[in-house]
């Protein structure tokens, strides 16, 4: 069974087993940002992380730049393995800068440039009866993708994702559609990631 996101998606080519043990899970739902509706108050406070990351071929994962606030570097290989729209295996591990180098060079397609910013919500989830603690990440694209803006929310359960209610400023839900998987927009070509963010915002 061929993987919908194409070749170059970080699962590789086949869907993983849901029940394989100890490797971490990724559930998360995926909605679109105007701008110009974030709370001001809310963006001011946020943690602001750079982030440079692309895609490796033949379904060898996904290698992150990060600078933190205090301006160190984070680098991280993930092999994303998608079991369904908003639920992936998501196993990581830590790279050298000189590992990162090493493997930049091999990145299919171009680079992905955003800025995240993490921003804390708490809520009540009715249907679980009880008080919630999540991080929005709300990343604001460059490059060929400028004017684009996402944000994601994590989670431990589908559960707890079926009880979010999406905060009046979100925009529509993209969790299931590929086209704005951050490694399908690293091989779309610009044309066509020009088109997808015209269509988005009604351009």
């Known amino acids: 069974m061929s993987n919908p996101e194409g070749p170059f998606a970080p699962g590789g080519e086949?869907?993983?087993d849901a029940d394989k043990e100890n490797i971490p899970l990724e559930i998360e739902e995926k909605y679109i940002i105007d701008k110009d509706k974030i709370p001001k108050e809310l963006f001011?406070?946020?943690e602001r992380i750079p982030i440079v990351q692309g895609y490796l071929g033949g379904g060898k994962g996904r290698i992150r730049k990060m600078t933190k606030p205090d301006g160190q570097e984070v680098f991280i290989k993930t092999t994303k393995k998608r079991i369904s729209g908003r639920v992936c295996e998501e196993p990581e591990s830590d790279l050298?800068?000189?590992e990162f180098d090493s493997l930049w060079p091999q990145?299919?397609?171009k680079k992905i440039?955003?800025?995240r910013h993490k921003?804390?919500?708490s809520y009540h989830d009715d249907k679980a009866g009880k008080q919630m603690e999540v991080t929005i990440e709300l990343d604001i694209f460059s490059g060929d993708l400028s004017?684009?803006?996402t944000a994601e929310v994590e989670f431990d359960t589908e559960d707890e994702a079926d009880g979010f209610v999406a905060l009046e400023w979100f925009g529509k839900n993209v969790t299931e559609d590929l086209r704005y998987k951050n490694s399908r927009l690293a091989v779309a070509g610009r044309e066509a990631n020009r088109g997808l963010i015209a269509e988005t915002y009604g351009e």
Do not use: C, D, H, N
């Open 14 to 16: 086949s869907a993983p």
């Open 44 to 46: 001011a406070s946020a």
């Open 96 to 98: 050298t800068k000189q």
């Open 107 to 109: 990145i299919v397609g």
């Open 113 to 115: 440039e955003k800025v």
């Open 119 to 121: 921003m804390p919500y």
């Open 147 to 149: 004017g684009l803006i």
